[in-house]
């Protein structure tokens, strides 16, 4: 009878961890993006998907190169619409607002936006840089000490055919004067999308010195910038 019992426990007990398990997240399809991504002439499959209920917001992109294998890729948090700033100064090569894809002959890649939210922090930024027929996600920043606030541009520029991730964090106006506005500092990041995108502190100070004004890597408060009214006029340091 003991073993009886004992036999009928453990039969329960593995009936009843086999429905803890969590189900498989069922995921619907959102976008089929149909493009040559990879330069040889066929056509390639983009897929964006979601297991989440939010409408606009997706967490699963495929990435299928016209005979390789399929590639995916899951958010840590979730990916939205691509800022509309953003849109409206780089021209998107696919027809949707889910992601900004841009290629070149060296390469094709793919900027995937978080949320961006009301005090000006995005809770995830994800790049795939899509070279040798390989995707790979080479850059992806949730809750770290990484904070893509305002993306700028993805463009070739060194002029290689490699593009660069370019961005800033979102800065404050203190007040006005004459000339301009006097606010943070806050300097352009550069990126080069590579296997392992990382800062390029050198074409970061060079990119800052041309369009901006260089004071070190770091937001400051304490370093107040002259926003010339002249959008001519290059910003500059207006205290240390």
């Not at 290629?103 to 070279?131: C, M, P, W």
């Not at 590579?194 to 937001?219: H, Q, W």
């Amino acid at each position: 009878m003991r073993i009886f019992l004992l036999s009928a426990f453990l039969i329960i007990s593995i009936a009843a961890a086999a429905q803890s398990k969590k189900k498989p997240a069922h995921y619907r399809v959102i976008k089929t993006i149909l493009t040559d991504v990879n330069g040889d002439s066929k056509t390639d499959t983009i897929v964006i998907s979601s297991s989440l209920k939010t409408e606009m917001f997706f967490n699963r992109i495929s990435v299928s190169l016209a005979g390789f294998k399929k590639q995916t890729f899951r958010a840590k948090d979730s990916w939205t619409v691509v800022d509309k700033e953003f849109l409206d100064s780089n021209k998107n090569s696919v027809n949707t607002e889910l992601l900004f894809f841009k290629k070149t002959q060296k390469h094709a890649v793919i900027l995937l936006f978080g949320e961006l939210d009301g005090a000006g922090y995005r809770g995830e930024f994800s790049i795939i840089n899509i070279e040798n027929d390989t995707a790979k996600m080479v850059f992806d920043h949730y809750n770290d000490n990484v904070f893509v606030e305002g993306p700028e541009k993805l463009i070739d520029l060194e002029k290689n055919g490699r593009l660069c991730f370019i961005y800033r964090q979102i800065g404050e106006l203190f007040r006005q004067e004459k000339s301009g506005d006097i606010g943070t500092y806050h300097p352009y990041y550069v990126y080069p999308v590579l296997n392992k995108c990382a800062l390029d502190s050198t074409l970061t100070k060079e990119y800052n010195n041309k369009f901006y004004v260089f004071a070190g890597f770091n937001y400051s408060e304490k370093i107040e910038i002259l926003y010339p009214y002249n959008k001519k006029r290059k910003p500059r340091i207006w205290k240390e």
